[in-house]
């Protein structure tokens, strides 16, 4: 078993985290996906749109100490599941604290302004 990416619900996700925040994020969000690397948990990735009939969403993201391990395989994961997630919503958005994130957001396509990013379909 190599990389692999699970969409998961609200009741996977409480079994992969006990942060009240992400619980949160998790019960507003249309989907989640976890990836994992030989069984190991890397991500978590949750979009949650910004209205009921929105073609946008806010895309969050919680990495797992293990991921700091594996960055090659987050980045396989994001280049699999970004364009996945904009034939959904033609509009990613979100938030962006660090320089490393700012980079590797970049990389998929997105534009940064400050501390907040968008990825758009192409």
């Known amino acids: 078993m190599n990389g692999e990416i699970y969409q998961i619900d609200k009741e996977d ?31 978590i990735i949750g979009f949650i749109p910004r209205s009921f009939l929105s073609d946008e969403a806010y895309m969050w993201m919680q990495t797992m100490p293990e991921a700091k391990n594996h960055p090659t395989m987050i980045g396989r994961h994001a280049r699999r599941v970004i364009p996945r997630m904009l034939g959904v919503y033609p509009k990613l958005i979100g938030h962006c604290f660090s320089p490393d994130s700012a980079r590797w957001l970049k990389s998929l396509g997105a534009e940064i302004h400050g501390t907040v990013f968008e990825i758009r379909r192409a």
């Open 13 to 43: 996700l409480a079994e992969l985290t006990l942060q009240p925040e992400v619980l949160y994020a998790g019960n507003i969000s249309s989907q989640m996906l976890a990836g994992f690397y030989h069984g190991q948990l890397l991500c």
